[in-house]
């Protein structure tokens, strides 16, 4: 490992043992000494200019020279509140120039961000607090409730949006814009990025300075070839990886402008493609379905790129999309563990119904329990490495994640003679709803806080609309009578204790639950 800039060991302290790491192949040649925020802001206005626009949001456009020259005050605002290399730093906020600011600003001065889903409930944020032993917190003001019932963070909360005396975003104006970015090794942590476990527990992985460019510089470099002249746009949160790739390192790895919506149903997403000239659209194939019935009042002439990725793409939609735009949309798996897409293809290379080819500087097989790779044409797990991998903080899960150097996905595929990938199935509980991720126990869990609930089981249905759909089987204690009105209660009740998207959208009431003779609860009998 490199010198750390660190101060604060945390991180560094609780990786895995290297023994436990995935083999990594294919790393970029980095420097030694590389700080991301400077690369794809200071290093790209040496590129396009700083009066490139990098952002379309709702606090308007915003230059690339403007948004460095907020980044460096607010750099020298954090540093002067105390913040030091490798403090982490939790994030609560939609889609917004604030945000990437922030985001930015904290890489910049060597601190580890910790993205959180703005509607995440208090017990959520209480998990990743502990797990990652969070010392500060930047918070959009609309955002407090569940922020202020937090029981168990001790460190200091920073509000911003609000315009008022104490929105940090006014108080950093205080400060210059000049600023001496952290001399951070390129293999120090930059972020934690947080998973659903599939036993509800939420799992933190971590990723270096140098991951950040690494997903820029293969998938995005190699698949979309974008150009500086390119705006992107999409629906995913920049606390999923897979949001923060496409919506803030691609477009600035290049130059090119990103459309934040601080929320993006496909009729809004759709108006907003038009409105704005978008190029390049990352969202889920339920959206893409969604929007299919507006394309004939909402044109799109500038839009060429479309990437489907957090669930599997069906052919229907890929080929009914394709019809109705003559865009080829890009399938995509990636995982949290990788940082990014690893399996894609594009243009002329996209197989219909196929995730696609591995991305270069990746390699991925199909294996079976023993780790043994399977002929082509059979169904088995996914295996995958490259630059990027699995690397939980301080979590004995990594030995189930990484195994012989290879990241097990929890994906069953199909590999064919040609190379394609073809998705199968989940290989785990893991309900993947409109490209969430939505851990079973953790539904489970939010339903047993309720008076009227003894028992339940929750499992993951298809639905042509959005992939699965969370189902609850609700066993009652003896006192509480099962009704319509209960049912909508108990969902209620789900959506204010967990994030509300995860609420089971079927909940039936049953008498008893299947189990084995040793009280093992079968939920593979509640899918049939």
């Not at 590129?47 to 020279?65: H, N, P």
């Not at 669930?311 to 735009?325: F, G, I, R, Y």
């Not at 996914?382 to 939980?392: H, M, N």
Request: aromatic residues 8%; proline residues 6%; contains cysteine.
């Amino acid at each position: 490992m490199i010198r750390s800039a660190h101060l604060d060991t945390f991180t560094r302290d609780n990786l895995p043992p290297t023994d436990l790491w995935p083999e990594m192949i294919n790393i970029p040649s980095y420097p030694e000494r590389i700080n991301a925020s400077v690369e794809l802001l200071d290093r790209t206005i040496e590129l396009v200019g700083a009066e490139k626009i990098a952002l379309i949001a709702a606090e308007g456009e915003i230059t690339y020279g403007a948004l460095l020259n907020q980044v460096k005050s607010l750099a020298n605002f954090f540093e002067a509140s105390g913040v030091q290399p490798g403090n982490r730093v939790l994030l609560r906020g939609p889609n917004n120039a604030s945000v990437v600011a922030l985001w930015f600003a904290l890489l910049r001065i060597g601190a580890v961000v910790v993205t959180t889903i703005h509607l995440q409930r208090t017990g959520e944020l209480e998990k990743i607090i502990d797990i990652a032993n969070v010392q500060y917190a930047c918070i959009d003001h609309r955002y407090l409730d569940e922020w202020n019932a937090v029981t168990n963070f001790n460190g200091q909360s920073f509000i911003y949006g609000s315009g008022s005396e104490n929105d940090i975003l006014r108080k950093s104006l205080e400060h210059e814009s000049d600023h001496t970015p952290c001399d951070t090794a390129s293999d120090d942590v930059s972020l934690l990025a947080f998973t659903s476990g599939s036993t509800g527990l939420p799992k933190a992985t971590m990723h270096f300075h140098r991951d950040i460019l690494t997903i820029a510089d293969t998938f995005a470099k190699h698949v979309l070839q974008p150009k500086s002249s390119d705006v992107f746009a999409g629906s995913p949160p920049l606390a999923f990886t897979f949001g923060l790739g496409a919506l803030v390192i691609f477009p600035f790895r290049v130059g090119a402008t990103s459309l934040l919506l601080e929320g993006a149903p496909p009729p809004v997403l759709l108006k907003e493609i038009a409105k704005h000239g978008v190029t390049t659209l990352f969202t889920a194939p339920t959206a893409y379905r969604a929007m299919l019935g507006h394309l004939a009042e909402t044109p799109l002439p500038t839009l060429h790129t479309c990437v489907s990725a957090g669930e599997h793409l069906p052919k229907s939609t890929w080929e009914a999309w394709h019809q109705a735009t003559g865009i080829r949309i890009i399938d995509g798996i990636g995982a949290t563990e990788m940082l990014h897409i690893f399996i894609s293809a594009s243009g002329d290379e996209i197989i219909p119904g196929m995730t696609g080819k591995v991305v270069p500087a990746y390699d991925a097989i199909v294996v079976d329990e023993e780790l043994n790779e399977v002929p082509n044409g059979e169904v088995g797990r996914l295996a995958v490495k490259g630059p990027t991998g699995c690397r939980y903080l301080h979590d004995e899960r990594q030995r189930n994640y990484v195994e012989g150097g290879w990241n097990l996905t929890g994906d069953l595929y199909i590999k064919h003679p040609n190379g394609y990938f073809q998705y199968q199935s989940r290989s785990d509980d893991m309900i993947i709803s409109s490209g969430y991720n939505v851990a079973a126990p953790e539904v489970e869990n939010a339903l047993l806080l309720h008076p009227a609930v003894a028992e339940c089981a929750v499992v993951g249905l298809p639905d042509e609309e959005r992939g699965m759909i969370v189902a609850a089987y609700v066993v009652l204690k003896s006192e509480a009578q099962a009704s319509d009105e209960l049912r909508t209660a108990l969902q209620n009740h789900v959506k204010e204790t967990i994030v509300p998207f995860k609420y089971p959208r079927v909940l039936e009431f049953v008498t008893e639950l299947p189990k084995t003779t040793t009280g093992k609860l079968q939920r593979f009998r509640l899918k049939s």
